[in-house]
């Protein structure tokens, strides 16, 4: 089916207490592995590109790769930018058919990060498209992003954050990180449920990548409905790419070692999905 965008499906999600997962991709077989999970558990997914990605190549790039997918599947998939970092960044996903889009405000002042998110959202609603923003900082490196050493997000600013933007979902700081954590991240659990009391729209959890499943099934009983891996994705494509170089080092073929790769993700996806509990939710 063709691509859709993120609102029903985190709706559906919120309402039916499950979560969707949001799989960072950066190549073609990437795009293939999460599509694939998605297929085999018939649940909906999310694929995102972060600015560094669509660097790399652009967007249209990663766009025409998870349109192939999505209209050969027969399960819901979307395709958003995560952590746009620029109101321009996020128009030319937007422009380019992205079904759903995130403005990353969130290293500005309170009204600075408000004023850029509603810019974006304006533009977005006018063809449907959701948004998602963030308030607090998620710590950690990714790519190029420092998210620095994070501030929690406050539940009395995230209401009047989602009230005067009109944002269809959020992401809050809540003491993950982008990355490879050195020890077990400390999650407050209770603001995420004081967050939810007084925020509707869907939250969303970022840094996912070696948080506890258990910790992850916990912060969606209070309210998650999308939860973001991307490090972990890339440990598992690099480790199936080097376990097939270090058996057959006289490889010349990218097919070959680029197949493990993409094997490794998908069957890491498909374990995230039941954490998830998006299996058959499609
Ligand atoms: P991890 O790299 O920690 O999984 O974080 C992913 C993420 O939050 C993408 O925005």
Same mark, same amino acid.
């Given at each position: 089916?063709?691509?859709?965008?993120?609102?029903?499906?985190?709706?559906? =999600?919120?309402?039916?207490? &499950? #979560?969707?997962?949001?799989?960072?991709?950066?190549?073609?077989?990437?795009?293939?592995?999460?599509?694939?999970?998605? +297929? /085999?558990?018939?649940?909906?997914?999310?694929?995102?590109?972060?600015?560094?990605?669509?660097?790399?190549?652009?967007? +249209?790039?990663?766009?025409?790769?998870?349109?192939? #997918?999505?209209?050969?599947?027969? $399960?819901?998939?979307?395709?958003?930018?995560?952590?746009?970092?620029?109101? @321009?960044?996020?128009?030319?996903?937007?422009? =380019?058919?992205?079904?759903? *889009?995130?403005?990353?405000?969130?290293?500005?002042?309170?009204?600075?990060?408000?004023?850029?998110?509603?810019?974006?959202?304006?533009?977005?609603?006018?063809?449907?498209?959701? %948004? @998602?923003? /963030?308030?607090?900082?998620?710590?950690?490196?990714?790519?190029?992003?420092?998210?620095? #050493?994070?501030?929690?997000?406050?539940?009395? /600013?995230?209401?009047?954050? *989602? /009230?005067?933007?009109? %944002?269809?979902?959020?992401?809050?700081?809540?003491?993950?990180?982008?990355?490879?954590?050195?020890?077990?991240?400390?999650?407050?659990?209770?603001?995420? =449920? +004081?967050?939810?009391?007084? $925020?509707? %729209?869907?939250?969303?959890?970022?840094?996912?990548?070696?948080?506890?499943? @258990?910790? *992850?099934?916990?912060?969606?009983?209070?309210?998650?409905?999308?939860?973001?891996?991307?490090?972990?994705?890339?440990?598992?494509?690099?480790?199936?790419?080097?376990? &097939?170089?270090?058996?057959?080092?006289?490889?010349?073929?990218?097919?070959?070692?680029?197949?493990?790769?993409?094997?490794?993700?998908? @069957?890491? %996806?498909?374990?995230?999905?039941?954490?998830?509990?998006?299996?058959?939710?499609?």
């Amino acid at each position: 089916m063709a691509l859709v965008t993120t609102k029903e499906m985190l709706l559906k =999600a919120q309402k039916e207490n &499950y #979560a969707v997962g949001a799989f960072n991709v950066e190549n073609m077989e990437m795009v293939m592995a999460v599509v694939k999970a998605a +297929e /085999e558990l018939n649940s909906p997914v999310i694929m995102q590109t972060t600015p560094s990605t669509v660097k790399y190549a652009d967007v +249209e790039y990663f766009l025409a790769n998870a349109k192939v #997918a999505a209209e050969k599947a027969n $399960v819901p998939v979307a395709m958003h930018l995560d952590h746009g970092n620029s109101f @321009e960044l996020a128009m030319k996903a937007f422009r =380019a058919g992205y079904t759903s *889009v995130m403005i990353d405000g969130s290293h500005s002042e309170f009204d600075e990060n408000i004023a850029i998110t509603k810019s974006v959202v304006d533009a977005c609603h006018c063809a449907g498209v959701p %948004v @998602e923003a /963030e308030l607090g900082k998620v710590g950690g490196k990714e790519d190029d992003l420092d998210g620095g #050493a994070g501030g929690y997000t406050d539940p009395a /600013e995230a209401k009047e954050f *989602v /009230e005067r933007t009109g %944002v269809d979902s959020l992401a809050v700081a809540i003491g993950t990180a982008h990355g490879v954590y050195k020890g077990e991240p400390k999650l407050d659990i209770d603001r995420l =449920a +004081e967050i939810r009391e007084v $925020v509707d %729209v869907p939250l969303v959890l970022h840094g996912t990548s070696g948080v506890p499943d @258990e910790t *992850v099934s916990k912060c969606i009983e209070r309210g998650i409905c999308k939860v973001n891996y991307a490090t972990d994705l890339r440990i598992a494509f690099s480790k199936g790419v080097k376990e &097939y170089l270090s058996k057959d080092s006289e490889v010349i073929d990218p097919k070959k070692y680029n197949a493990l790769g993409r094997e490794y993700v998908k @069957e890491y %996806v498909k374990s995230k999905m039941l954490v998830c509990k998006s299996n058959n939710r499609a």
